[in-house]
């Protein structure tokens, strides 16, 4: 069964770090490309960053500014979001998502994603 399990949401004052992962099942990590998107209250989705299946990664600067990377360990089928430097804009339910079409380069847009994990939920407060 393909699922993706988001995990290490937490609270956290303006300036800490988090990292969050995303645990695959069903799949292996390395021959899709993994997208981290976030989801403020009363917002839309939005792409954060992601992966490619070659390791290949893109951002979106206006949001990340240079405080995010997204990593990938193999052996374990699991994908990473570091953050650091948060700021309260940064609250949001985050998810992660795997988009399956083997392409090269990866994507920031939701439709070109086709399996989604539940989400966990980041709260930056001061």
């Known amino acids: 069964q393909l699922q993706l399990v988001e995990s290490g949401g937490d609270l956290v004052q303006p300036g800490g770090s988090l990292r969050l992962s995303c645990a695959v099942f069903?799949?292996?990590?390395?021959?899709?490309?993994i997208g981290w998107f976030r989801q403020a209250p009363g917002k839309e989705r939005e792409g954060v960053i992601c992966?490619?299946?070659?390791?290949?990664?893109?951002n979106d600067p206006n949001s990340v500014k240079g405080r995010f990377t997204i990593s990938r360990d193999v052996a374990k089928n699991t994908a990473y979001l570091q953050m650091n430097n948060l700021e309260p804009e940064d609250t949001a339910v985050y998810y992660c998502?795997?988009?399956?079409?083997?392409?090269?380069?990866?994507?920031?847009?939701?439709?070109?994603?086709?399996?989604w994990g539940q989400g966990t939920l980041v709260t930056v407060y001061s």
């Open positions: 069903g799949f292996t990590l390395r021959d899709y490309a």
């Open positions: 992966i490619s299946s070659g390791g290949a990664t893109a």
């Open positions: 998502a795997a988009d399956f079409s083997r392409r090269t380069v990866c994507f920031l847009t939701s439709a070109e994603y086709n399996y």
